[in-house]
Every structure is written in C-alpha cells, then in structure tokens.
C-alpha cells in the first residue's frame, strides 16, 4: 500500500475532470471508489475537498490517499482498456455510430443506457464500453457531455485529450447548440417562450436519483444551493390540448433541467415518472405524464440535434439523431411527422 501521495497537475493536464485524470494516474481506481475518496475527503486539491466532476487546473496539487498497489502512471499514454465488452454491447454500441472522424465520435446514445458510472447506475455504460470504439485508435474516445440515462440521442465523445478539451470548453462557453424533442402532457401557453426558473437540489436521493427544485426566478439569489437556469421552447404540434411535440434547447445545462423546467409548467414530459407522476394519467388538463393507452411509458426526451465548430477543421457542423423505438411509435400514433417541422424552430428570431 502506498502513502500519501501530492502530485500537481501537469502543463498539457489542466481543464480536464477530476475523475478523469484520476483514472489516468491511477487505472485501478473506479468511479464508485473516487466518488467516496472524494466524499470522504480523502482526496483533496490545494488542500481543498472536491467533488469528481470538479476541473483541475495546471499547478494544482493533489492529495492522494494512501491506496493498494496504486502507483501511479505518469508516463502512460493511453487510457486503460477495461472491462471486456460482450459480443452483443459490441454490436449495440457500434450500431450507434452516427458519425465519425479522426477526431470525435458521435452516437444516438439509446435510452436506458447510463452515461457514465456513478451511484445506482450500474456497470453497464457508455463510458464503460468505449473500448468497442477505438476503430483502431489506441486510445479510447472520452466523454465530453452526459445525457441522462433515459434520455437519448446525439452524444459526443473526442479521440484526443486536446479534442476532449476543446469540446469541453465549447460547452462550458455555449457556442454548441443543443436541440431536444419531447412530448409533452397538455399545450404550454404561449406556444414559444423561455423558462428562467433556478434550479435545487431537493435533497431526497444522490447522484442522478436526486430531484432537483425549481424556484422562482426572483428567490434564485436568496435560495442556498439555487442555480440559475434557462430553457427555450416551442411548440411544434400538438394533439389537441392534451399533448404536444415541444423542440427544447438548454441554455444551461443543469442536472434533469429539461424535465424539471417543463414540469415546473404544468406540462411533465411524457413518461417522466419522477417529475411528472408515475401514476398520473393525462386527461388532457395539461397534467399528468402518462398519456395511456398504446403510447409507451418512457421518457419521450430525445437530443435530436447538435451544432459545433469542429476543434480542428473549424468548421461548423450539425448531426441529427433518429427517434428511438418508444418515441417513433407515439410519433406514428399521434399523427407527428419529423418532416413536417423546422430543423431549428427558434432560427429565424432575433
């Protein structure tokens, strides 16, 4: 067992998560162990506690507890391959594959399958069968975003630490653009706004489990833990008033803000059984995620779109996701068509 450990972040290190440059010093260590090094503070940096999503920056220090066989890796270059991948998540993910270059990868993640690891969701991730990605590359691709576990659609992953960065930091400066599709229980009014309630913690649950709040823009200052956050939506149709197909972009990208910001209005996403009721029936009063019936009891929440500016190339791009199964048959029963509506509905305001 080793001792305690300082190491500073190196030069070509910083702007990168926590975890993730863990799983690089330390190849041994999983995400359910650094989330309760973390946690428990054992693992600190600039002598400070942190979280695993917490960013490093260059010149950072961080403490390393004492852990079996942990010697660290500094010189390794690439990241570990994993756990083996069956023949059938093989074939799963790969059949994911929207688009590729030297560069990014990008799948219509499908729903029900986890991001990435953490508390409750499991051992079987997108994170975790990256090695089925590689296309020949010796590294595995990374992560550059999340979708929620029942979420699908357009998920980025990069090939390089520098492209993962790039991406990282194209998020965090919002020059992507995300578009999501959902059914939605009743018809919001007005047909095309923006939602600026903040955003909690509700406390009940960890990790993904945990509910957020939503509070009124005018408390979001005096509310401990309150993040501000920002929806636009639009109504592209609708099934009379008891449900619509609503295009939703994030402005912010809060934990479940999508169904928290559309819950808050009256009108749950369809199949949302934490924010929207899992017993509630929708009889058309603008409540209730549940619409009965042959339409499927799954989130209807799909990233349909993502726009860019490649990191190398500098050119813009834009991929689109199909629906999934449970999505495609409520778009069939309900009458919806994809061509029927704009790609971007909110590209011609100012």
Not at 36 to 46: A, N, P, Y
Not at 167 to 192: C, D, H, Q
């Amino acid at each position: 067992m080793s001792g305690v450990q300082t190491i500073r972040v190196g030069d070509d290190e910083g702007e990168q998560r926590l975890d993730r440059w863990l799983k690089k010093k330390f190849p041994q260590l999983g995400q359910i162990a650094i989330e309760k090094l973390c946690r428990t503070g054992q693992i600190r940096v600039d002598g400070g506690r942190v979280k695993p999503a917490s960013r490093v920056e260059t010149g950072q220090e961080v403490r390393i507890p004492p852990l079996p066989d942990a010697a660290p890796v500094a010189a390794r270059t690439s990241r570990p391959l994993g756990p083996r991948v069956s023949d059938s998540d093989q074939a799963m993910i790969q059949a994911a594959v929207l688009w590729k270059d030297e560069h990014i990868i990008a799948l219509n993640k499908p729903p029900g399958l986890p991001s990435q690891g953490g508390s409750g969701q499991g051992d079987r991730h997108v994170d975790g069968l990256t090695t089925a990605l590689m296309f020949g590359f010796k590294d595995r691709p990374k992560l550059v975003h999340r979708l929620d576990k029942d979420t699908s659609g357009v998920l980025l992953l990069a090939r390089t630490d520098r492209v993962a960065r790039a991406l990282s930091e194209a998020f965090r400066s919002r020059t992507t653009r995300k578009i999501y599709w959902a059914a939605v229980a009743g018809v919001p009014n007005p047909r095309m706004g923006t939602i600026r309630f903040g955003l909690v913690k509700g406390g009940a649950g960890r990790g993904d489990n945990e509910k957020m709040i939503a509070v009124h823009p005018r408390d979001i200052d005096t509310t401990e833990g309150a993040k501000r956050a920002t929806t636009d939506y639009a109504v592209l149709d609708a099934l009379g008033t008891r449900a619509s197909w609503c295009a939703l972009v994030p402005i912010t990208g809060r934990t479940h803000q999508l169904r928290a910001h559309m819950a808050e209005l009256g009108h749950p996403i369809v199949g949302d059984g934490k924010y929207g009721g899992s017993g509630q029936e929708n009889l058309g009063d603008g409540w209730g995620a549940q619409l009965g019936g042959e339409i499927s009891r799954k989130l209807h929440l799909h990233a349909r779109s993502i726009s860019f500016d490649h990191p190398i190339t500098k050119k813009r791009i834009t991929l689109t996701a199909p629906l999934p199964d449970h999505m495609a048959r409520t778009w069939k029963t309900l009458g919806w068509h994809e061509n029927d509506v704009p790609d971007d509905p909110f590209a011609d305001i100012e």
